[in-house]
């Protein structure tokens, strides 16, 4: 169970950091990656826990059950600490947007595009954006001003539509929404994904801990099976 955890955790974690790449022009904030950093890490851990933990009990070794607890529980106070820096950063997520988005927007060339020109295409087309509040927003770019053909971006072209050519003479071609409020809401999703994942799995360590203690405890009182252990006998 511990390895498939594992395993569920580090995907989380390479998803957010995949997810980030695509929006990280919008986001320079990087301290907000922590906590994906600290669950591939526990998932990384969690895989070699389950291999002390299937020892410890084929071996039946009480030193190796409390070891297995002990640092069950470690992994436990790592998760609750993932919960809650995702929340804190989850917070944080609408202000940093806002104050890097204008600045991206600002940088944007068409004719040769860049990192951020990228950027800001793959997000109107990904999430069905124009602009920074709606398509308008270009009217204030160095990049409309030089161009000075009254039309923004082909990627706030609706999709639907193949002979759309960006012009602002035809509003009804373009996506409506703008792109700040849909980013937003698309980086605290991610941040939501490493919540609720690490809450999952703390649940899951509290109950393999609570399950190892019951062993322990079991061991502890049974002076038959120490005696058996240790190669003992009744008198």
């Known amino acids: 169970v511990l390895q498939a955890a594992a395993g569920i955790l580090c995907y989380v974690g390479a998803y957010v950091f995949i997810t980030y790449d695509d929006y990280d022009h919008f986001f320079e904030d990087v301290y907000t990656l922590i906590p994906a950093v600290i669950i591939i890490a526990v998932g990384t851990l969690l895989f070699i826990i389950g291999l002390i933990g299937c020892c410890a009990t ?47 927007y600002n940088g944007y060339n068409g004719t040769n595009p860049d990192a951020a020109s990228r950027a800001i295409d793959y997000v109107q087309r990904q999430l069905r954006c124009c602009g920074i509040h709606n398509y308008s927003d270009w009217e204030n770019t160095v990049w409309f001003k030089q161009t000075k053909n009254n039309s923004v971006p082909l990627s706030c072209c609706k999709a639907a539509l193949s002979n759309c050519t960006g012009s602002l003479t035809h509003p009804m071609d373009l996506y409506s929404e703008g792109c700040e409020a849909l980013v937003v809401k698309k980086l605290q999703e991610i941040m939501m994904y490493v919540i609720w994942a690490a809450l999952a799995f703390a649940a899951i360590q509290l109950l393999g801990m609570l399950c190892a203690c019951v062993v322990l405890c079991r061991r502890s009182r049974d002076p038959a099976y120490e005696l058996l252990i240790t190669g003992g006998t009744y008198a």
């Open 58 to 104: 084929i071996r039946e070794s009480r030193c190796g059950l409390a070891t297995f607890v002990i640092i069950l529980l470690l992994v436990f106070i790592t998760e609750v600490v993932v919960v809650v820096l995702g929340y804190i950063y989850r917070a944080k997520v609408e202000d940093e947007v806002d104050h890097s988005i204008r600045k991206v």
